[in-house]
């Protein structure tokens, strides 16, 4: 049985109906890992030329929602971003405003690493 699982032009396949996440004909999405229910900003520069990025990872959201946040956030902070692998990155180092912005929204949210 030959399933695929992840596809660099489509990204994560829902594992039932095989048909990209977004796509996805059974709406049985994959399961959203809710941690421990902490929401954590990380600010990240390696392998990034010294352009730094943070990190928000522990999201309790999947899917249209995931990007919805994510759209919101980029525009709050006035700046670009993306979603890899259910991590929202926006560009530059917005983890004090980013940390304001959750806590309004009710998240319980930590600044994580350096």
Known sequence: ???V??????????????????????????????GDGIVRLQ?????RKGKGVTLITGLPL??????KLAKELKQRCSTGG???NGVV?????QRKFL??????KGYTVKLSGG
Do not use: F, W
């Open 1 to 3: 049985m030959n399933r």
């Open 5 to 34: 699982v992840y596809s660099t032009d489509q990204g994560r396949h829902c594992p039932d109906c095989s048909r990209p996440v977004d796509d996805c004909q059974c709406k049985k999405q994959m399961a959203v890992d809710s």
């Open 43 to 47: 600010l990240q520069t390696k392998n």
């Open 62 to 67: 999947a899917g249209a929602e995931l990007k």
């Open 82 to 84: 993306a979603i890899k």
């Open 89 to 93: 990155e926006i560009q530059g180092d």
């Open 99 to 104: 940390l304001e912005i959750l806590q309004d």
